[in-house]
């Protein structure tokens, strides 16, 4: 997250944290006791390595007690998504066994109604993602806010030039903005999740690259069934 601020201790506490080897990978969030939504672009970053979520953590390094590392039962991408484009970028883990809830580790409600955020609506981005150009990556959960654009004006040049779906939604960046390792992390507004980030042209804190997110409403069928189909 570039221009944002820590998060308070345990302000967001259906964030997750993906990591290979102990390191922070990709951000996602606990959308049910069992699964975890986050971006399938993740997968690449992950080289074929077993990976594991965390949750209940504020800072990546201290001890914390809530803190806990899952394994990872299934890892299922979205049949859209590929490495070419931004399209479906969607990836649930069912991790290993039921979450424990508390004040610590809860569901982040997403939304179900497939209506755009109006133009303008401030919503929050968070994550362990870089916080500077030179890669300096925080220990503790960073946050920011940022104002949801227009699609018909981030699909203008010199802005994403009609890359944007229907199944997407962009916010400015100018300045404040998401950047690597904030991928799979949500976009939440009024409270509820809207967005999954993706990283898009990887540019960050650009006006000219608006950050880019997955409507996780456009997906609601894909999400419900995927955990329905999924045993124990
Ligand atoms: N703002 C959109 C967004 C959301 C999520 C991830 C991303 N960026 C990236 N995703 N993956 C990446 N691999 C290498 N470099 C990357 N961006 C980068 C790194 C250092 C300085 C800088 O200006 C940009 C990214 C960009």
Known sequence: ILGGSSAGPHQRPYMASL????????GGLLIAEQWVLSAAHCMEDMKGKAFQVLLGAHSL???EPHKRLYAVRAAVRHPGSNTE???DDLLLLQVSEKATLSEHVKILPFQRQDVDVPPGTLCEAA?????????RKPDVLQQ???PVKSREECNKRPYHDNTITDKMLCTDSRKKDTCKGDSGGPLICNGV????VTAGARVCGNFKKPGIYTRIAA??????????AAGE
């Open 19 to 26: 990591q290979v080897d102990g390191q922070h990978v990709c």
């Open 61 to 63: 390094s201290q001890p």
């Open 85 to 87: 484009t931004n399209d």
């Open 127 to 135: 994550g362990w993602g870089f916080t500077s150009h030179s890669g």
């Open 144 to 146: 920011v806010e940022r």
């Open 193 to 196: 999740a809207e967005g999954v």
């Open 219 to 228: 997906y609601v069928d894909w999400i419900d069934g995927v955990m329905a």
